[in-house]
C-alpha cells in the first residue's frame, strides 16, 4: 500500500548527505562542521587539513559531498580535486574574491562548484543539497561573475578545444548550451524557448553525455573554450 510520508518522516527515511571537510584553518573547520551537524539529513563524516589528507580521507571513508579549500599546505585544493573528482564525491571549492582564479582552475579540474568562505549557513546547505542532487551547483550569475572576472585564462579569437563533439548536439542542444553558458537558469531558458522546464533538463543531461562532462559549470566553461560564447556577453546580451 501507498504511504503518505511527512516532510519529517521523509527526512528520517531518506539516506542523509556525507560531507567532508577539507581545510587548513581548524576553526574554520569547525564553523561549518557546527552548521551542517544541526542538519538532520547531513552528517560529517571526516575532515582533512590539506589536500593531500583529503584524497587519503575520501579512499578510507564514503562521502557524497567534499567542501575543498583552495591555498593549503603539502598539496593545495586544485590538485587535490584533480585526484579525487574522477568517479569520486562532488566537490565544492571554498574561495575568497581574490582568491577566484584558483576556483577557476579547480572546476576545470573537475570540481562540480563553487562558494565563498563567507557565505552564509542557509547557502552552504543549499549548495550542498544542490550538488548532491545533481541540479545546478551554482548560480548561473556566479558562475558568469567568475568567467567575467577571469576571461584572460579563456581564448579570444579561435577555439582551442575541437568542435568536433559540439557537432554532435542538435541544433536545439546548441541553442540550450549557449543559454546556459551566458547565465540562464532552466526556467529563464524554458520560457525563452516556450518549451517546459523538464525539456531544458532533457537537453541538459543530453549535452553532458554527448560532450562527455560532469555538470553544468563544466558545460558553461567548455562552451567558453570551444567559442561557442564570445566573452562579455551577460545574460540579457546576444
Same mark, same amino acid.
Given at each position: 500500500?501507498?504511504?503518505?510520508?511527512?516532510?519529517?518522516? /521523509?527526512?528520517?527515511?531518506?539516506?542523509?548527505?556525507?560531507?567532508?571537510?577539507?581545510?587548513?584553518?581548524?576553526?574554520?573547520?569547525?564553523?561549518?562542521?557546527?552548521?551542517?551537524?544541526?542538519?538532520?539529513?547531513?552528517?560529517?563524516?571526516?575532515?582533512?587539513?590539506?589536500?593531500?589528507?583529503?584524497?587519503?580521507?575520501?579512499?578510507?571513508?564514503?562521502?557524497?559531498?567534499?567542501?575543498?579549500?583552495?591555498?593549503?599546505?603539502?598539496?593545495?585544493?586544485?590538485? $587535490?580535486?584533480?585526484?579525487?573528482?574522477?568517479?569520486?564525491?562532488?566537490?565544492?571549492?571554498?574561495?575568497?574574491?581574490?582568491?577566484?582564479?584558483?576556483?577557476?582552475?579547480?572546476?576545470?579540474?573537475?570540481?562540480?562548484?563553487?562558494?565563498?568562505?563567507?557565505?552564509?549557513?542557509?547557502?552552504?546547505?543549499?549548495?550542498?543539497? $544542490?550538488?548532491?542532487?545533481?541540479?545546478?551547483?551554482?548560480?548561473?550569475?556566479?558562475?558568469?561573475?567568475?568567467?567575467?572576472?577571469?576571461?584572460?585564462?579563456?581564448?579570444?579569437?579561435?577555439?582551442?578545444?575541437?568542435?568536433?563533439?559540439?557537432?554532435?548536439?542538435?541544433?536545439?542542444?546548441?541553442?540550450?548550451?549557449?543559454?546556459?553558458?551566458?547565465?540562464?537558469?532552466?526556467?529563464?531558458? $524554458?520560457?525563452?524557448?516556450?518549451?517546459?522546464?523538464?525539456?531544458?533538463?532533457?537537453?541538459?543531461?543530453?549535452?553532458?553525455?554527448?560532450?562527455?562532462?560532469?555538470?553544468?559549470?563544466?558545460?558553461?566553461? /567548455? $562552451? /567558453?573554450?570551444?567559442?561557442?560564447?564570445?566573452?562579455?556577453?551577460?545574460?540579457?546580451?546576444?
Amino acid at each position: 500500500m501507498s504511504e503518505h510520508l511527512t516532510d519529517d518522516e /521523509y527526512l528520517e527515511r531518506r539516506p542523509p548527505i556525507r560531507v567532508a571537510l577539507v581545510d587548513d584553518q581548524e576553526l574554520v573547520r569547525a564553523g561549518f562542521r557546527m552548521v551542517l551537524d544541526a542538519q538532520p539529513d547531513i552528517d560529517v563524516v571526516g575532515e582533512a587539513g590539506d589536500g593531500a589528507r583529503a584524497v587519503e580521507l575520501v579512499r578510507s571513508t564514503v562521502a557524497d559531498v567534499v567542501l575543498m579549500d583552495v591555498r593549503m599546505p603539502r598539496m593545495d585544493g586544485i590538485q $587535490a580535486t584533480r585526484l579525487i573528482s574522477a568517479g569520486g564525491p562532488k566537490i565544492i571549492i571554498l574561495t575568497t574574491f581574490d582568491l577566484d582564479e584558483y576556483a577557476f582552475a579547480a572546476i576545470k579540474a573537475g570540481a562540480s562548484g563553487f562558494m565563498l568562505k563567507d557565505a552564509g549557513p542557509a547557502q552552504l546547505i543549499e549548495a550542498i543539497k $544542490a550538488v548532491h542532487s545533481g541540479d545546478a551547483v551554482v548560480a548561473p550569475s556566479t558562475t558568469r561573475r567568475l568567467l567575467d572576472r577571469f576571461a584572460v585564462h579563456l581564448p579570444d579569437g579561435e577555439p582551442v578545444v575541437s568542435d568536433g563533439a559540439l557537432g554532435t548536439l542538435t541544433t536545439r542542444e546548441t541553442e540550450v548550451l549557449h543559454l546556459v553558458a551566458r547565465g540562464l537558469s532552466n526556467a529563464e531558458i $524554458a520560457e525563452r524557448l516556450f518549451v517546459s522546464d523538464a525539456t531544458v533538463k532533457t537537453h541538459m543531461g543530453r549535452i553532458l553525455t554527448k560532450l562527455d562532462l560532469r555538470d553544468r559549470v563544466q558545460a558553461v566553461v /567548455y $562552451a /567558453y573554450e570551444t567559442g561557442l560564447v564570445k566573452q562579455g556577453h551577460n545574460s540579457h546580451g546576444e
